[in-house]
C-alpha cells in the first residue's frame, strides 16, 4: 500500500503506449522508442524516465548503448 504503484494508473498515454511497445519488443533504447512512436529523442528519454521513476521499467547499460526494458512483477 502506500505510494507503491502496480500497473499504469496515473500514467499518460503516451507513456502507456511506451511501456506497451516495451511489453512487446522486450528491449529498446531511447531512439528506438522515439523511432516508432514518432517522438524525438528528448521526449522519448523523458518518457522512459518517467517509466524508470515509476519501477515500471529499467535501465539496462550506460551511455550510447542504454536500453530500456520492462520491469516484470512476480
Do not use: C, H, W
Amino acid at each position: 500500500s502506500g505510494n507503491v504503484r502496480r500497473g499504469a494508473e496515473g500514467l499518460r498515454p503516451r507513456e502507456v503506449e511506451a511501456l506497451a511497445l516495451l511489453g512487446v519488443r522486450s528491449r529498446m533504447t531511447a531512439a528506438e522508442v522515439a523511432a516508432e512512436m514518432s517522438l524525438g529523442d528528448r521526449q522519448a528519454r523523458r518518457i522512459l524516465a518517467k517509466l524508470v521513476e515509476e519501477g515500471l521499467a529499467r535501465k539496462v547499460g550506460s551511455s550510447v548503448s542504454t536500453a530500456y526494458e520492462v520491469v516484470e512483477f512476480e
